[in-house]
Each structure stands twice: as C-alpha cells, then as structure tokens.
C-alpha cells in the first residue's frame, strides 16, 4: 500500500492495477457554508444550545440577546435596536460544565460524545457547532467544572476560510475570561458553561428587542420547555423569565 499526497486534496490509500482508493478531504469552508444554509431557524437554533445546557443537569438558563449598537443606528434614539455584526447572543448555564475530551468533542463536527439516547436532547455530535454557525460566523465556549480549570474554545468561520481546515482554537483563557465566568456564573469555583456568538450575520437586521420577546414568548421557549419551566427551573432572555 502507498500512501502519498496528490495534489493537496487527496491521499492514496490503495493502489494497485486493479483499484486506486484515496481519501478525499473535504473543502472545510465550501462544507461549513453548505452547512450553514441547511435552513436552521435562529429560534430552533438557539433550543438547540438550551437542550444541551438541560442534557448537562443546568437549571438555570439565562440568553442574553445583546444588540450593540452600530454607526449606522447610533443616532436614531427613537428607531428600534438592530441586529449587526457586532451583535452577540450569550447563553449562559449553570450545568456540569466540560472537561478538555468533552471540550474537544463538543467543538469538533461529528463528535464522539456519548450520550444516552432515551434521555439526552442532542444525540448526533452536529448540535453546538451546527446551531452557533447556523446565524454567527463566530462562537467562543468558556466552560468549568466544579473546582477545576477553566477552559476556553473560539470556532471561528474567517479562520476555517483562511486555513480551508476544520480549526479549533483551544487558547488558555485570559484574566478577564476568568473574571466574566465568575461573575456570569456567581462563584469562583461552580460549574457551568458559556456559549457566546458573534457576526450575527444570518439573523439579518431584525429588531433586536423583538427577537428577544418572540424566543422568550409562549410559542418558543415558553413551548418546548414548558414542562422544564413548570418543574420550577429557569430559562431568561435579557434577564426576564
């Protein structure tokens, strides 16, 4: 058997007179943006993120849905916030958190998580990835488990264009990182988990305020996780239930 490279985008796995089998690497940035236009909704994307905060024992859910003014809108005190790319949507949990394999797993497509099937929301190894990219073109991930490190991941879009690889960043976390962690979470030790999206830019310029109201409305979050709502757990958008 040879194994050679061919041309940057294939690499001979066998090859013989008969049969030439190679492995094709895929286009990261053609699959990532194929990927993204699979038609996610922003609301069923953000579920998405929430039913993994519940699968990891949180109970309280807090979104935050931050606008950030631009200079095109600055000025209008009167029109209602947009959406922009300098928008962000920070979901925050209280659950498990992760370690560094869970991290890893997490981050990457096709993750090798295991998770129990007859419980676990999402199943498929696609969910946070799929769902950030599927309306931010960059997520950070800052996780904790209880008295141990925290850890820090960035998936940033520009990136997997730059490199055409699927890269993660699992950079050391900053002061501040630590800082905003522990004041997001309330201690300095407790578990939990931060997913924070960025470069907003498949949600277009919605009205920010509205867009909050609707995922926090009866028939989104107030929906699909009335039983988890009812069971005296909390789920928050801008800090009301």
């Known amino acids: 058997m040879e194994i050679t490279k ?3 985008h294939s690499t001979i796995l066998r090859k013989s007179p008969q049969s030439d089998v190679r492995e094709a690497e895929p286009n990261a940035y053609a699959m990532v943006n194929a990927m993204r236009s699979m038609g996610y909704d922003p609301y069923r994307a953000i579920m998405d993120i929430i039913d993994n905060s519940i699968d990891a024992n949180a109970d309280d859910i807090r979104i935050l849905v ?7 809108t600055r000025n209008q005190s009167r029109a209602a916030p947009k959406f922009n790319l300098n928008s962000r949507i920070i979901i925050v949990d ?3 958190g992760m370690d560094k394999n869970t991290l890893l797993q997490a981050t990457r497509f096709g993750s090798e998580t295991s998770h129990d099937t007859r419980t676990d929301l999402g199943k498929f190894g696609m969910g946070l990835k799929t769902a950030t990219l599927s309306f931010g073109r960059k997520f950070t991930v ?7 490190d925290l850890l820090k991941a960035i998936h940033d879009l520009d990136e997997i264009k730059r490199t055409n690889k699927f890269i993660v960043d699992y950079t050391a976390p900053k002061e501040g990182d630590v ?8 201690s300095k030790t407790a578990s939990g988990t931060i997913i924070i999206v960025e470069g907003l830019d498949k949600i277009g310029r919605q009205d920010a305020k509205g867009f909050a109201e609707t995922l926090r409305g009866k028939t989104k979050l107030g ?3 009335r039983y988890f709502l009812n069971s005296g757990k909390k789920i928050t958008v801008n800090r009301t239930k």
């Open 223 to 225: 929906r699909v996780y």
């Open 179 to 186: 800082s905003y962690f522990n004041k997001a979470i309330g």
């Open 66 to 72: 931050d606008h950030q003014d631009d200079s095109s």
């Open 94 to 96: 209280n659950g498990n």
């Open 142 to 148: 800052l996780t904790r488990q209880t008295n141990q």
């Open 6 to 8: 061919s041309n940057g």
